[in-house]
């Protein structure tokens, strides 16, 4: 069994580690909060079933025996119109022009 203090750790390596890589995981966190926000789905009965639509994201509908059921497949639909926008605008970067409203 090794004595204590026999193991030595090099603390000014693990911190020179912890500062070097602390910009990269809070850039990479704020990425991830930043793309988190708040859809309106708006549910209506629809003969035996309930659809749901994407105020902000039209493209994005979903349905269900339930508005449970509805909310979660619009809430789908809302991921998948994200993943393909943001696809579309990376493979489109160049030919972008962003614009304020």
Known sequence: MKNSSSVKLNFKSLSEYLIKYQFYIITHLT????????YNIMVKKD????VGYCIEIPQARGQGNTKSDAISDTKQAIKLCLSYLADKKRKSSSKLVTVSV
């Open 31 to 38: 990425v991830l909060v930043a793309q988190r926000r708040d």
């Open 47 to 50: 003969g035996k079933f309930y």
